[in-house]
C-alpha cells in the first residue's frame, strides 16, 4: 500500500521533473528491505509466483543488455555512430569498450526508474484477494487527494501554484503529476477501481444503499476531475472506464431494476450538471482543446520516424529519445520549445529499443495476454467470486486504456502509471490463498 500510494504522489514528474521520482527510487528499495530481509514483514503474503519473476525478467532485459560494454570492433559498426566515433577520436579514446547505448547514462537512469515498478509487480503477486482489494482503496484514495489538489491547482488559492514540479501542465487539474494526461488515467484507474471496491461490497446481495451513493458520488467526482485534466484522450477513454465498472457491477444489477432506474437517473442527472457546467469559462478553456489545428504530434512522429531508420534495427537506447530527436528534427519545425517524448510510446520504444526490443515487448504482449485470458476463464466459472472477476476487470480495463493511450502519448513512462500498471499485471495472477496467524 505504501508502495502504490508513493508511486502515485512522487512518480509523476517525468524526465524533465526528476528529482521526485529519484526519492521515490530511494523509498522503494528502503521499503523493500524488511518485505525480503525479514520473515515478519512477509506474514501473510505468499510466494511470488514465477509469471511475476518472468516478466520482471522481460521488462528489465532490454536496458540491462544496452549496457553490457563491447569491445570496439562491435560498437562502431552500429548504425548511427560515426558522429559519436569521430567526437571520441579527438580525445584518443575511440579504442575504449562501450555500450550499445548511445547515452549510457541515460539508459541507465531509466533502469533505475523501471525496477520499482518491477518489483513491485512481484510483491503484488504475493497478495491475497483482500490485500489486493486494499491497493485498490489506495488508487481511489490517492486520486482523491488529486483531486483536492487540483482543485487549488486551477483556483490559485493563496496565489501559488500547487503543484509538486517547476514544469507541469499550468491551467489545468493535474494533481501529484506534472502532466495531465498522466493524471487523466490515474483518474481512470480511481474510476476501475472504485467498481472493485464497490463490488467486493455490493457481492452479498443486500441492497448498500451507501454503497450505492458513494460509489455514484465517487465516480462523478473523478469524472469531473477528469474533464478538467483537459486531456482529450483521457475524456474519450472514460467510455472504457464506465464500460469495465458497468461489467463488473451487471450481476448485481441485472435483478434490481429500481437500481437501474437510479443510475438511469444519476447519467441524467450528470448529463444536465455538464450543461451548467459548459457555461464556465475554465470548461469552455477544455472544450477549446478538442480540436486537430496546430497538432504537433504529427511532426514528432515523423521526426521519431526519421531517427528510427538512423539507429535501426539495434535501437539508440532506452531513455535517449531527447538527444535523438534533436538530431533529427526538421528545421522547418524547430522552435523555442523542446522535444522531450515521441508522444506516442510504442513509436518511441520502437527508437530505443530497436528490433530486439519489439520481439521482447511482443512477448511480454503475448504472455499478459495469455495471463488474461487464463484469468477470465477463472472468474468465469459459477463458484468465482465477485471481488475476483472485478480485480480481473479492473486489470484488463486499465491496461487496455494505457495501451491505447499509448498511441497518442507516453503513459508507460510515467512511474505513477507503470505501478498502476505492474498492480493490473499481478493482478490477474491467482491471488494468494489467505493465510492465518497461529497463536
Not at 488559492?157 to 514544469?167: D, N
Not at 460509489?215 to 472514460?238: C, K, P, Q, W, Y
Not at 468465469?380 to 479492473?394: E, I, M, N, T
Request: contains cysteine; glycine residues 8%.
Amino acid at each position: 500500500m505504501a508502495l502504490v500510494g508513493l508511486a502515485m504522489v512522487l512518480g509523476g514528474g517525468g524526465t524533465v521533473n526528476p528529482l521526485t521520482e529519484m526519492i521515490l527510487q530511494v523509498l522503494t528499495a528502503l521499503i523493500m528491505i524488511p518485505l525480503i530481509a525479514s520473515s515478519g514483514w512477509q506474514r501473510g503474503l505468499g510466494p511470488v509466483q514465477a509469471p511475476a519473476f518472468i516478466l520482471a525478467g522481460l521488462i528489465l532485459l532490454i536496458p540491462v543488455l544496452q549496457l553490457v560494454p563491447l569491445p570496439p570492433s562491435i560498437w562502431q559498426a552500429l548504425p548511427g555512430r560515426s558522429v559519436e566515433i569521430q567526437s571520441i577520436a579527438l580525445i584518443q579514446a575511440d579504442k575504449s569498450w562501450m555500450p550499445l547505448t548511445m547515452s549510457p547514462a541515460r539508459t541507465f537512469a531509466s533502469l533505475l526508474a523501471m525496477i520499482c515498478p518491477a518489483l513491485l509487480l512481484l510483491q503484488v503477486s504475493r497478495l491475497s484477494l483482500r490485500g489486493r482489494n486494499w491497493l485498490c482503496m489506495v488508487v481511489v484514495g490517492v486520486a482523491a487527494l488529486s483531486v483536492m489538489l487540483g482543485v487549488l491547482q486551477l483556483s490559485r488559492t493563496a496565489g501559488f501554484e500547487w503543484s509538486l514540479y517547476s514544469q507541469f501542465s499550468q491551467g489545468f487539474l493535474v494533481g501529484f503529476q506534472a502532466n495531465r494526461n498522466a493524471q487523466a488515467d490515474i483518474l481512470l484507474a480511481a474510476i476501475l477501481a472504485t467498481g472493485v471496491i464497490a463490488t467486493s461490497r455490493l457481492g452479498d446481495g443486500r441492497h448498500h444503499v451507501l454503497t450505492w451513493t458513494g460509489m455514484i458520488m465517487a465516480i462523478s467526482a473523478f469524472l469531473v476531475g477528469l474533464f478538467m485534466t483537459g486531456s482529450r484522450t483521457g475524456i474519450t477513454l472514460s467510455a472504457i472506464s464506465l464500460l469495465f465498472v458497468g461489467f463488473m457491477l451487471w450481476p448485481m444489477l441485472r435483478k434490481r431494476a429500481a437500481v437501474v432506474y437510479g443510475l438511469a437517473g444519476a447519467v441524467g442527472l450528470m448529463i444536465i450538471s455538464g450543461g451548467l457546467l459548459l457555461q464556465l469559462q475554465s470548461v469552455q478553456k477544455v472544450i477549446g482543446r478538442f480540436s486537430l489545428a496546430h497538432e504537433a504530434r504529427w511532426d514528432l512522429w515523423a521526426d521519431t520516424w526519421y531517427a528510427i531508420g538512423q539507429v535501426w534495427p539495434y535501437g539508440s537506447g532506452i531513455g535517449t529519445i531527447v538527444p535523438m530527436l534533436e538530431a533529427a528534427e526538421r528545421l522547418e519545425v524547430v522552435d523555442a520549445t523542446r522535444p522531450v517524448r515521441a508522444h506516442n510510446d510504442w513509436l518511441e520504444w520502437m527508437l530505443e529499443a530497436g528490433l530486439p526490443g519489439i520481439i521482447v515487448l511482443g512477448l511480454i504482449l503475448l504472455f499478459v495476454l495469455y495471463l488474461a485470458a487464463r484469468a477470465i476463464i477463472s472468474v468465469s466459472k459459477p463458484d468465482a467470486s465477485a471481488s475476483r472477476r472485478a480485480q480481473v476487470q479492473f486489470s484488463i480495463g486499465f491496461l487496455l486504456i494505457e495501451a491505447l493511450h499509448a498511441i497518442v502519448d507516453y503513459p508507460m513512462r510515467s512511474m505513477s502509471l507503470a505501478a498502476i500498471a505492474a498492480v493490473a499485471v499481478a493482478m490477474l495472477l491467482n491471488p494468494a490463498a489467505p493465510q492465518r496467524s497461529h497463536q
